[in-house]
């Protein structure tokens, strides 16, 4: 399998779908709502994904592609070349903002994460890594990530889990609010993490991500020394919905311990 190969490919594509994106202001969108009114989805979302899959199917139509429109083939492994793709990260953000959505895409072979990729479409900023040979920011590499402690860090976290809720212990996350230097919420996963990556964020927390929100986000963590896991610490399910946390690794198990506590630990 010849990754560079794969990696000059996937980068074209992606920087072309950018501008297919770009392009589609000009026009008018079709917007729609998913599971709630608040997970929407829009033509260019799925015009985007049937790109991807077209010129992925052009280029080897042995490739799998799991995509977050199900515009693909049905997919329950990761047996194989298996694309795991986010057309666009942050659709409320891309409809109401026109800005600060990503591309996202995860490249596995038979279940390895080997490439990935987070494109900040209207900034046509790349962060991409190829697994064992370092990470990227355009053209510049990524360096591993500092230590840093709690009391340092900014921490991407939705305002949502420090109100009670149902899924994790809100006080802890109080406390850890009161005790960071400060936390963001961007509105986009891909975004967050491409931010834990470069050492803009110190940790992303999610209670709930696909795997098309963090596919490729995971491998581009691994060059430089992220941890991402789930809120027990295992390993993320890269085929079904599940909690999530990206952090330095000086603080991640921390983060876990003290702050980060969902109710069914």
Known sequence: ????????????????????????????????????????????????????????????????IIGEEGMGEKVESLDGVVWIIDPIDGTMNFVKQHRHFMISIGIFIDGVGKLGYIYDVMREDLFHAIAGQGAWY??????????????????????HWVAP???????????????????????????????????????????RLSPWDIAGGTIIANEVGAIATNLHGRTVDLLHQDTFIIANPSIHHELLEKYIVPYDV
């Open 1 to 64: 399998m010849d990754l560079k190969q794969i990696d000059q490919f996937a980068k074209s594509i992606i920087v072309e779908a950018g501008n297919r994106i770009r392009n589609a202001f000009s026009y008018n969108l079709v917007i729609e709502t998913k599971s709630n009114a608040n997970d929407l989805v829009t033509n260019i979302d799925r015009e985007t994904e049937l790109f991807f899959i077209e010129k992925i199917k052009s280029f080897d139509p042995t490739h799998h």
């Open 165 to 207: 809720n149902r899924h994790i212990h809100h006080e802890k996350v109080i406390e850890l609010v009161r005790k960071v230097r400060g936390t963001r919420s961007y509105g986009s996963a891909a975004m967050e993490i491409a931010f834990v990556v470069s050492g803009k964020l110190d940790a992303y927390v999610s209670m």
């Open 138 to 159: 355009n053209a510049s590499p990524l360096r591993k990530l500092q230590p840093v402690t709690i009391e340092e860090s900014v921490i991407g976290i939705n305002a």
